[in-house]
């Protein structure tokens, strides 16, 4: 690696498993101290003990983006840890596959439940992560994983796709008005991936891999680690211009459906 993200420090949420996880573990090999942050402890605590085992610099925080006073805490105990935050990688995030209904048939519990972790979670990451950096006054690097259901308003899945929709506006916002102190956002729409819950709780997994296989331009579905680059990428000086944008990555999937 080329170790472009030598001693910038990074929190990533929802980081125990999927796009989280890749990230952590590349950003670390390109030279970060990363937070890795989630729920549930198990997966952070491993996915950071990985990193350590192999020579990167990681600690795992067990955090509920839902919780204000948890996601405080985790930024605390990032500068307590390492002096300072540069990176924010707001990655945790649900979807309620087979709950997320049409609207006149969904429930307000599961609307609430999927804005709460989806939006409201990336507010309180945002806000705790900005705070640090405005006070630290050398710039930093935002970025929200939306969806490609932010695009396309998809059946049935509103609460989801709104939730989504709010995180593309939410970058666009801290971009406009950070970019002056010197402070990156931007978001990124991944599209269907190999693991998602859409596959595992389906009745029929294998005929829903395939209708999303006839579909897509590059013949196979995407993995965390496609998108995992990406996000590192745009943590880069590298990345520099990059901002206020919303990055497709998603194999064309857009383009045809």
């Known amino acids: 690696m080329s170790?472009?993200?030598?001693?910038?420090?990074?929190?990533?949420?929802?980081?125990?498993?999927?796009?989280?996880?890749?990230?952590?573990?590349?950003?670390a090999a390109e030279g970060a101290s990363v937070v890795v942050t989630g729920v549930p402890e198990e997966g952070v605590i491993s996915v950071a003990a990985e990193?350590?085992?192999?020579?990167?610099?990681?600690?795992?925080?067990?955090?509920?983006v839902t919780d204000p006073q948890q996601v405080e805490s985790a930024v605390a105990h990032t500068v307590e840890s390492f002096g300072r935050l540069d990176i924010l990688v707001a990655n945790a995030g649900i979807q309620m596959h087979h709950e997320d209904r049409v609207l006149h048939q969904l429930s307000e519990d599961v609307w609430d439940r999927t804005h709460d972790v989806n939006y409201k979670g990336q507010y309180f990451s945002c806000k705790?992560?900005?705070?640090?950096?405005?006070?630290?006054?050398?710039?930093?690097?935002?970025?929200?994983?939306?969806?490609?259901?932010?695009?396309?308003?998809?059946?049935?899945?509103?609460?989801y796709s709104s939730s989504k929709a709010g995180v593309v506006n939410l970058a666009r916002h801290i971009a406009v008005h950070y970019g002056p102190k010197g402070i990156r956002a931007n978001s990124i729409s991944p599209g269907p991936l190999e693991r998602t819950p859409?596959?595992?709780?389906?009745?029929?997994?294998?005929?829903?891999?395939?209708?999303y296989l006839d579909k897509m331009?590059?013949?196979?579905?995407?993995?965390?680690?496609?998108?995992?680059?990406?996000?590192?990428?745009?943590?880069?000086?590298?990345?520099?211009?990059?901002?206020?944008?919303?990055f497709v990555i998603d194999g064309g999937w857009t383009i045809i459906s």
């Open 198 to 211: 859409d596959f595992d709780n389906h009745p029929d997994p294998v005929g829903r891999k395939k209708e």
């Open 51 to 64: 990193i350590t085992s192999t020579g990167g610099s990681a600690v795992a925080i067990p955090m509920d």
């Open 128 to 159: 705790y992560a900005l705070a640090q950096m405005v006070k630290q006054d050398e710039g930093g690097v935002v970025i929200l994983i939306a969806s490609i259901t932010a695009l396309s308003g998809m059946s049935p899945n509103v609460s």
């Open 3 to 27: 170790g472009k993200l030598k001693n910038k420090v990074v929190i990533i949420t929802g980081a125990g498993s999927g796009i989280g996880a890749a990230t952590a573990r590349l950003m």
């Open 217 to 246: 331009p590059v013949g196979r579905l995407g993995t965390a680690e496609d998108i995992a680059p990406f996000i590192t990428f745009l943590s880069t000086d590298d990345a520099s211009y990059a901002s206020g944008a919303n």
